[in-house]
């Protein structure tokens, strides 16, 4: 899953899609995970990446992971695939 190239990221947690004029915010864990989207970076290497910065076991992970990306997608800021 990767975010659209339009969204901007600010370095405070706010997503801004210009194609709709709507801005959303996140919270630190959702800010470092767009973060590893927009680099690309596979599922493994976000869950790595999350796992090593916060205290996560990998079922919880996973389940809040695909919680926040179908909200993502339901608010059209990840690319189509």
């Known amino acids: 899953m990767k975010i659209r190239k339009n969204i901007a990221v600010s370095d405070t947690g706010f997503l801004f899609n210009p194609s709709t004029g709507d801005s959303y915010s996140v919270n630190p864990i959702g800010m470092d995970i767009v973060r590893l989207m927009k680099q ?9 990446a999350i796992m090593s910065e916060y205290v ?26």
């Open 40 to 48: 690309n970076k596979e599922l493994n290497e976000i869950k790595q």
């Open 56 to 81: 996560c076991d990998e079922a919880t992970f996973e389940k809040d992971y695909y919680d926040f990306s179908m909200v993502l997608r339901n608010y059209k800021l990840l690319e189509d695939e």
